[in-house]
């Protein structure tokens, strides 16, 4: 069996994964934000206090 398809109607490409084709998706390159201060501080308590939430 072929590693990788095409399928021209969706314009996809598929990669052999154990019995299934699955399609090859990639997510797009995301910018680092900065959060600012109050940000920072906001995520540290998060961290500290609700682990859950975070």
Request: hydrophobic share 30%; aromatic share 14%.
């Amino acid at each position: 069996m072929e590693k990788y398809k095409y399928n021209e109607s969706n314009g996809l490409w598929y990669e052999l994964q154990g019995n299934y084709y699955l399609p090859c998706l990639k997510l797009p390159e995301e910018e680092q934000v900065h959060i600012g201060i109050w940000g920072q501080r906001h995520l540290n308590y998060l961290r500290e206090n609700k682990r859950v939430l975070l």
